[in-house]
């Protein structure tokens, strides 16, 4: 691991450096939209419930995103009239408000023009919000786990949002470098 951001593995032809929030991120992304599918979403329960306060837009889109708020993970009931009591988010939230990423969920859900790729969207909220960060130290097994997880993902060479997960330094690159 360098800089604590990137895993430097050897792979076909030569190195690859591997920007660990992305590709995690991408490997995220790949899991909660086939859990979403599925209908069978990762739920991190949480220990006492959140009230959350939302504008009325807010919860007029959650009303009517509910069963897609639930395939992803949220769950929870109105509170009152302004309110909603938050139970459960997705699975392996980091460094993110469970209310924080509902409120920015809800606000991704009122923009949206076309349903389908809403939940493209809300996958890549939700993955960029679990995946481990710039500067987070990984055990070898962990880096290990992510690069082979990397490398069963259907679109390994980009985070949802469209950035580089790994650069490719060829083994004729690098004897050229070194001469």
Request: aromatic share 6%.
């Amino acid at each position: 691991q360098a800089s604590g951001t990137y895993v430097i593995a050897e792979g076909p032809g030569g190195v690859y450096l591997i920007d660990q929030h992305a590709a995690h991120e991408r490997v995220r992304y790949e899991r909660v939209t086939q859990q979403a599918r599925e209908q069978q979403p990762e739920v991190q329960g949480l220990l006492e419930p959140q009230v959350v306060e939302l504008l009325p837009a807010q919860l007029q889109t959650l009303e009517k995103w509910k069963e897609a708020l639930a395939s992803y993970g949220f769950q929870g009931e109105p509170f009152g009239k302004s309110t909603y009591l938050l139970r459960g988010v997705p699975n392996g939230l980091k460094d993110t408000s469970p209310e924080g990423l509902l409120g920015e969920v809800l606000d991704l859900l009122a923009q949206a023009r076309d349903p389908s790729q809403t939940g493209d969207s809300v996958a890549a909220s939700i993955a960029c919000h679990s995946a481990v960060r710039a500067g987070d130290m990984l055990s070898h097994e962990e880096m290990v786990a992510l690069v082979r997880q990397l490398e069963g993902a259907e679109s390994p060479h980009t985070c949802p949002h469209g950035r580089p997960t790994m650069l490719h330094l060829s083994t004729n690159s690098l004897e050229r470098e070194f001469g």
